[in-house]
């Protein structure tokens, strides 16, 4: 990885003298830094919370490989760090450390060098392959649900390559709407016949016309994609790749954990130090309902009622009316449970993350409908039961933790098979469970209902005609 042999033993011994230096002298009058944001911690952590001034370490059980290890090098990081938040109860920190997802170099005391090499958001797509992606961690499994890194590059949500193919086609810069081109190149060695097998990396050449180069600078760099920084404003903070949806953000980009070295005023830092699969429709929202393009004018129009063009709504507005009026922008359309749920309520992991092939555009890879959980005049929505104990639906119940999910337990399925393991069968009903809130709701049938649907207009906008909820 980053650190050789010959340069561990260097700073190894350079950083175990500087540490016995440390504790040997107390009496020092000249401070080190880490003692400074230990008084700063133990000072801010509540009223007559004292500890030790000390040095902490960590002796991880798994080596820069992910794999288990007998002889794991001493991180001295959280001697900084101290008060920051364990990233996730599936990466305990007694058997991670920092250094497996941060690289770094964990013995140093020295702000300059324990930082050497330092990923600072292990969850960026350029350099994820050394960290969540690497082998045995979240890419390189037999089953291939467990390689997200292949999935997320792949997504839509990374390569953009319908959008860039839709902009080429009206322009004329290509004869149909297949995609050729990512916002990030991709290869799916496996396609299905209704995917792409290679997307190459877009960028504007001698060739390209004028409209493309006003379509990157106002589009796709415009802060949407996985593998772009996000615009620096509020409701718009968030990190990039597997950090954009797994680690939440407050809509002022400030952090309001433990940690003394980060900053709690500057925006722009995660709301915690942690990693989470319930998340919230605010987080997929620091992208999404944000504004619209205009594919005439090649620019875009932010939504009139937040920032940046609205100031944000007061912190002492009721969450029910904030939820109501954040959701989705002026012009959206709505049903009630299209903005009490959350989006990873009704849309899937492989929606969000993408599932490992290059679909051309959103319109194939998006299908949970509204009849998969409400069904039709004449069909009761799909349901299966939970027959496998290595089904996805348990593994996600299970990370989770506001719902739970048992064998034998009978829930919906999407037309892709996925089984949504929160909204269940009880009695010939179905109830749902909120997957950030787990709050319960009994799902409405539309058979036996008064609705008046016509059989062939399933999609949403048929249904908003008759049921849209007013702001
Ligand atoms: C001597 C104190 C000190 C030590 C030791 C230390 N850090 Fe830091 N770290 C800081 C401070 C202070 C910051 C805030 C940013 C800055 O001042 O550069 C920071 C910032 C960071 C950041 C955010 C960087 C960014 O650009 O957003 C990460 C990630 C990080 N540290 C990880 C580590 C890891 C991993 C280790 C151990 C290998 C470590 N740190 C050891 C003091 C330290
Ligand atoms: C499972 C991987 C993982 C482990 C283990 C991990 N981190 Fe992180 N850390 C992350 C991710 C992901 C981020 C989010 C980066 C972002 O939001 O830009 C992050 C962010 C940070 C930040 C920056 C927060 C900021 O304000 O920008 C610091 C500091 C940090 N980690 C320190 C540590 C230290 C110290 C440890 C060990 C005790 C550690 N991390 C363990 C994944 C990890
Ligand atoms: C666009 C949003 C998004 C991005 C980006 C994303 N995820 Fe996910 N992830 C999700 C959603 C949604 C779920 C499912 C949550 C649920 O329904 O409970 C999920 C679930 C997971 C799970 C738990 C389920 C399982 O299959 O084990 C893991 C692990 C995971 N993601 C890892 C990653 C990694 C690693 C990356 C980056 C390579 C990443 N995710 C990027 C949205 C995202
Ligand atoms: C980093 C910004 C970003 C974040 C965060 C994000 N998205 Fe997206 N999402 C996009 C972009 C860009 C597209 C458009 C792809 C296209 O038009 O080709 C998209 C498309 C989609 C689609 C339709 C296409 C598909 O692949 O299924 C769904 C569904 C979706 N997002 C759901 C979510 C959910 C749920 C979350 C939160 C868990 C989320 N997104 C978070 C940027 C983001
Ligand atoms: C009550 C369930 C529900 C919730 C909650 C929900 N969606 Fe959807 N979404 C759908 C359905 C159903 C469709 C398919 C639309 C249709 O049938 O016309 C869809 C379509 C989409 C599309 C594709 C639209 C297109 O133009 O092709 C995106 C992107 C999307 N949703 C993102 C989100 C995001 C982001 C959130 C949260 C902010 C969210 N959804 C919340 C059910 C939901
Ligand atoms: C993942 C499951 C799920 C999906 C997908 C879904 N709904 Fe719902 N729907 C619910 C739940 C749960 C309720 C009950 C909400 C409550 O009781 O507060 C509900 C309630 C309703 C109601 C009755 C409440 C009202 O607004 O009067 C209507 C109508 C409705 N949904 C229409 C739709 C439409 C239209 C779509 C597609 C855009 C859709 N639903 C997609 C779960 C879903
Ligand atoms: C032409 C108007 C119309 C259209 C279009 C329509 N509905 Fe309805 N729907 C109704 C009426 C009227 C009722 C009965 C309302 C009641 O009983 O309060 C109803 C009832 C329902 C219910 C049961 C609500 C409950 O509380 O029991 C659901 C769920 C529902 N519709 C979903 C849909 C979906 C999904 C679509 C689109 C595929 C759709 N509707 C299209 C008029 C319509």
Redesign the pocket.
Known sequence: MIMTTRHAAIFLSASLLLALAAMLMPWSPVEQEWQGYQRTYFASAGTGVGGEIAVRQVIPRLGPDGQPTAKAAPELCLTCHIGLEEISPSHPVETFGCVICHAGLGLALDKEQAHTGLLANPGDLSTAPESCGQSGCHAGHPDPSRNHLEQVTR???A?????IALVRYTFGAQKDLAPAYGVIGAVDPQPLSQTMPALAVYTITQSSLPPEGQFVQNCLDG????T?P?AKQPYRY?A?GCA??HILYNDDGRYTGADPTISRDEPGHPARHQLTTA?P?S??????NRGNYSLRSMAFTPRPDLPPVSAPIPATMPAEGRRLREYYQPIGQFTKCEWEL???D??TQ???M?DGHL?P??KS????QCRTCHGTLTEAPATATITDPDDPALRLARLNGHYSLQMGDGVVVTERGEKLGSVQRRDGRLVQFGKVDGREYAVPPVQGSQCQQQPNQQESRYCHQCHTYER
């Open positions: 997504s839509l949500q390569t953009y390559a319908g959008g802060g949407c994609h996985l772009e996000a968030r990039t954009a949806c998340i429709f987080q997929c929202n620091h992208c999404h959350d989006c990873i009704c849309h492989a929606e969000a993408g679909w555009d959103q890879m998006q299908y949970v």
